[in-house]
């Protein structure tokens, strides 16, 4: 079988919508070359929760690992992707699969 390996991350800007009341992307150069500096650095600041990402299960438990603790070899292999672009709210009912055996990783595709 030919596996792919697809990398779906997506870039980021100020324009990237965060969840409503969270710290949107921002970029602040502290150092440019342009300015006389030796080097180019930058300060980011943002939510977590910002393009793609992954909620670790302390987003939702308190008591669960951070993302921190868990294994990034889980993050790698077959997946579902559910369409679910253009919804403002995802329920249930969106989230049924096919019948091709157990999932193992479930992706949402969406419009942002």
Same mark, same amino acid.
């Given at each position: 079988?030919?596996?792919?390996?697809?990398?779906? $991350?997506?870039? @980021?800007?100020?324009?990237?919508?965060?969840?409503?009341?969270? =710290?949107?992307?921002?970029?602040?150069?502290?150092?440019? =070359?342009?300015? %006389?500096?030796?080097?180019? @650095? %930058? =300060?980011?600041? $943002?939510?977590?929760?910002?393009?793609?990402?992954?909620?670790?299960?302390?987003?939702?438990?308190?008591?669960?690992? %951070?993302?921190? =603790?868990?294994?990034?070899?889980?993050?790698?292999?077959?997946?579902?992707?559910?369409?679910?672009?253009?919804?403002?709210?995802? %329920? @249930?009912?969106?989230?049924?699969?096919?019948?091709?055996?157990? @999932?193992?990783?479930?992706?949402?595709?969406?419009?942002?």
């Amino acid at each position: 079988m030919n596996r792919r390996l697809y990398d779906i $991350s997506r870039p @980021v800007s100020d324009s990237t919508p965060v969840w409503p009341g969270d =710290q949107p992307f921002s970029l602040r150069w502290t150092m440019r =070359q342009d300015r %006389g500096a030796t080097v180019n @650095v %930058g =300060q980011v600041t $943002s939510t977590l929760h910002l393009g793609t990402h992954v909620d670790a299960p302390l987003h939702f438990d308190s008591d669960a690992p %951070g993302i921190d =603790q868990l294994l990034t070899e889980v993050y790698v292999g077959t997946a579902q992707v559910v369409n679910v672009s253009g919804k403002s709210h995802i %329920g @249930v009912d969106d989230l049924k699969l096919p019948a091709h055996g157990p @999932v193992g990783r479930l992706l949402l595709r969406t419009d942002s």
